[in-house]
């Protein structure tokens, strides 16, 4: 099955700051990498996703870049906002199994 | 409004004392999932459903039972809760299987104590 590995598990930025996320995946065989917040005591909410068919994609100050061959995906906030702060999970997904990482406590200070 | 709901929300209970926990949406989505979610391990997927009466492992079943007899409903069981399924439970639904490249929407999730 599909192992999903997420680095950091925190992160500390300043506001302004640029926040990467790095996530590994060890089926080739996966074609769909969504990432999702879930901020304190609140549920998962997708925020952006991407295709094995698509290398990047963006959303205003999110972006998320996927390299295949390497097979690891990775999640990219500009600007960052203390309303960032939150825990960021990725996924990937390879028919119906869907694997998420650990998660990456994200913090920005004001 | 499109939505999960899962009841109950927070629930304490003892070793062995059998429970479900319900999970139902009104997105007319075809798939439906159990996660439980522990520090450090984020989300693990437990059952998973496509549709109507088919249900499926995910990568942490053992203890745990589902049925789909309606495609708005999903419960999860527990038969005989031990005090290694205290977590924190969402359910999520999306149209399509989560092959099918679709948004997975999640419950409020239900924080379960086993003592």
């Known amino acids: 099955g599909e192992n999903v590995e997420q680095h950091p598990s925190t992160l500390s930025v300043q506001e302004g700051d640029s926040a990467v996320i790095k996530c590994t995946y060890s089926?080739?065989?996966?074609?769909?990498f969504p990432w999702y917040k879930q901020e304190l005591g609140k549920r998962p909410q997708l925020i952006i996703d991407?295709?094995?068919?698509?290398g990047e994609k963006k959303d205003q100050r999110i972006a998320v870049t996927l390299n295949k061959t390497a097979k690891h995906f990775s999640l990219h906030i500009t600007e960052t906002q203390p309303e960032d702060s939150a825990v960021y999970f990725c996924?990937?997904?390879?028919?119906?199994?869907?694997?998420f990482g650990a998660g990456t406590r994200l913090t920005v200070k004001p | 409004e499109a939505q999960v709901t899962q009841n109950p929300r927070y629930l304490i209970t003892v070793t062995g004392k059998k429970l479900t926990v319900t999970c139902s949406q009104n997105m007319n989505h075809e798939y439906m999932s159990w996660y439980r979610q522990d520090p450090g391990l984020g989300l693990r997927q437990i059952y998973y459903s496509m549709n109507v009466e088919v249900t499926d492992k995910g990568d942490v079943p053992e203890g745990y039972k589902v049925s789909r007899k309606e495609k708005r409903n999903f419960p999860l069981i527990l038969e005989s809760p031990s005090p290694n399924q205290t977590s924190l439970y969402f359910c999520?639904?999306?149209?399509?299987?989560?092959?099918?490249?679709?948004?997975?929407?999640f419950g409020p999730g239900t924080r379960l104590t086993v003592l």
């Open positions: 089926d080739s065989a996966s074609n769909y």
């Open positions: 999520a639904s999306s149209l399509y299987p989560a092959g099918g490249i679709n948004e997975q929407f």
């Open positions: 996924a990937a997904i390879y028919n119906n199994d869907m694997r």
């Open positions: 991407i295709r094995s068919n698509v």
